[in-house]
């Protein structure tokens, strides 16, 4: 299995909902990322997991949670969410070796968030 | 600051005709340095990195440390090369987990 697969693929919640979105790969990645794509602009990153342990958190509000309970699953715990924060929300892995050059980044599809 | 600048938002081509599409970063240090594209209903993906000097689909991309640039070139551009751009810079020292940091995107579009 060489790609990251991500659920659902749409998602429309209330601003009062909690809800999740999954992501998975069997690549024997170590590395996990979140990412937040709105329309027609780049990726912006949210979260990154290394060895099942967050490493970067850039100043994400605290309603979205991450949680990645293996080194094959990530999830993003949604509550009290904005309508601003309706977007693509893109899951990555990468192989996360310990030197050498960047590792390359392995996109999912994403899920269409929409906040009412 | 680490920065990914992309000036053109759009590039329209005939097909057959030459590509490129510009990319500048400003970083302090190594850079690392990424073209992905983005087909039409298709997830992100890793094109070319400059570590490589590979040539894939045609293209190629040359860090250019004086310039801080890493155009994309192709010589002869396809109808289905049409997608959108993303150049992308790794600016994340300590450890392979990369941080991205991506430029605005460009569209290349390509007339029959």
């Known amino acids: 299995d060489t790609e990251v697969t991500q659920t659902p693929k749409h998602l429309v919640m209330g601003m009062t909902n909690k809800k999740s979105l999954k992501c998975e790969q069997h690549?024997?990645?170590?590395?996990m990322y979140w990412y937040k794509q709105k329309a027609k602009k780049p990726p912006e990153l949210m979260f990154v997991?290394?060895?099942?342990?967050?490493?970067i958190n850039e100043s994400v509000p605290s309603r979205f949670s991450p949680e990645c309970p293996n080194s094959s699953l990530l999830n993003l715990h949604l509550h009290a969410l904005q309508p601003e924060d309706s977007a693509l929300y893109l899951c990555?892995?990468?192989?996360?070796?310990?030197?050498?050059?960047?590792?390359?980044?392995?996109f999912g599809p994403g899920t269409r968030l929409t906040v009412l | 600051a680490q920065r990914v600048t992309q000036p053109e938002k759009l590039l329209s081509v005939f097909k057959g005709a030459p590509v490129e599409l510009k990319c500048n970063y400003s970083?302090?240090?190594?850079?690392?340095l990424f073209w992905y594209v983005q087909y039409s209903r298709q997830r992100l993906q890793l094109l070319l990195r400059?570590?490589s000097r590979e040539s894939i689909k045609g293209f190629t991309a040359d860090l250019n440390k004086g310039e801080t640039s890493f155009h994309l070139k192709k010589p002869f551009a396809q109808e289905e090369d049409s997608a959108m751009y993303y150049c992308?810079?790794?600016?994340?020292?300590?450890?392979?987990?990369?941080?991205?940091?991506f430029g605005q995107g460009t569209t290349l579009q390509v007339k029959p």
């Open positions: 400059h570590i």
């Open positions: 992308a810079l790794s600016g994340f020292r300590s450890s392979n987990t990369g941080k991205l940091i």
């Open positions: 970083y302090s240090g190594s850079p690392e």
């Open positions: 690549m024997g990645h170590r590395a």
């Open positions: 997991y290394s060895y099942e342990k967050l490493s």
């Open positions: 990555a892995s990468s192989q996360d070796r310990t030197s050498g050059h960047t590792d390359t980044q392995y």
